[in-house]
């Protein structure tokens, strides 16, 4: 029986069917027994005599691959690659696959979500409200605004998409462009540097690309005053000393951050402000998307052992 080790918490939470289809395929299902990301000698050790890991965010390195000897491929459990060393898995023939698409839909809806949150100050004035407090918070309207999406893949598109009903001006910057869809949903195509100089709002998509930063502190002045920033992606599109120094000067109006530099942990720099939106990477976390990523990453997993045969 081969062994499948499945790190993420959220897989199958809601319907046992992906489970059932690996057993019922002559897997061993091994589950994270930690109920959080492990560590790696955590993910070593638990990753003895498997042949396939369903992954959520641990980090597979050298050292991982080369201490599992009897990995075979990886399926990735959601779409973001920053946690795995790709070259050393094609070195050593190791496919990696990702749940592209399975939670568009969520993330979409997380992000235009903060960005409404963010603009309104509904967080804020909701925790005062708790506090037996009536507190009213100055706003923006999205309506007439310029949203720049940094990242048109499937997400930057479905948040391009659902933007349609607000009356806004879209900006998109991207390497690569689908020019149906470009041309069918009324988006500017242009240079980040336009986008983040024209932008009321920004909201990221991008996977994180190198080690600099795409918004540091010189993106931070040539941005519109009380712009809008939301990052739904990679904490690391985001120079965080620049963004609290915006933040300070008032450039920034107001933010919704989902990923963050040392999760589980938050920055706690952040604590002190109203306008700020932290999140625990819950973007992708619905019944619906969990339900179909799961099932994607289950026959990726089929398919590649399928061909073994």
């Known amino acids: 029986m081969r062994k499948v080790l499945v790190t993420s918490n959220s897989f199958g939470k809601y319907d046992q069917e992906p489970i059932k289809k690996l057993e019922a395929a002559g897997f061993e299902v ?12 955590e993910f070593i050790e638990q990753m003895q005599g498997a042949e396939t890991v369903i992954l959520s965010t641990e980090k597979v390195s050298k050292k991982v691959i080369d201490a599992c000897p009897d990995l075979k491929m990886i399926s990735r459990y959601g779409v973001g690659l920053d946690n795995i060393d790709l070259d ?36 804020a004035s909701g925790m005062k409200a708790k506090e037996g407090k009536w507190k009213k918070f100055n ?19 479905e948040v391009a998409k659902k933007l349609q009903g607000f ?34 709002v920004i909201t990221l998509h991008a996977p994180a690309i190198g080690d600099k930063p795409l918004l540091g502190e ?15 992606a990679r904490a690391s599109l ?13 450039k920034v109006f107001a933010t919704g951050l989902d990923v963050h530099e040392h999760e589980p942990e938050y920055d706690e720099r952040f604590f002190k402000y109203d306008n700020v939106i932290l999140t625990p990477h819950n973007a992708a976390i619905t019944r619906e998307a969990t ?12 398919e590649y052992f399928a061909k073994e045969k």
Request: glycine share 8%.
């Open 30 to 41: 091994v589950r994270n027994p930690y109920g959080r990301m492990m560590e790696e000698d």
């Open 88 to 123: 050393y898995c094609k070195e050593k023939g190791i496919p990696v696959t990702v749940t592209r698409g399975g939670n568009s839909n969520a993330v979409a809806e997380f992000a235009i979500t903060l960005i409404l949150a963010a603009s309104k100050g509904i967080l």
């Open 139 to 157: 706003g923006l309207d999205l309506t007439e605004k310029t949203v720049g999406i940094v990242g048109l893949g499937a997400i930057g598109r």
């Open 167 to 200: 009356d806004v001006k879209i900006l998109a910057y991207d390497v690569y462009y689908d020019e149906e869809f470009v041309n069918k949903y009324h988006i500017e195509k242009t240079s980040l540097e336009d986008l983040i100089k024209n932008s009321d």
């Open 218 to 232: 010189k993106e931070f002045s040539e941005m519109k005053d009380r712009v809008v920033i939301v990052n739904a």
């Open 238 to 250: 985001i120079d965080t000393d620049a963004l609290l120094k915006a933040l300070d000067s008032g």
């Open 291 to 302: 339900d179909k990523t799961s099932m994607m990453a289950v026959d990726h997993i089929l």
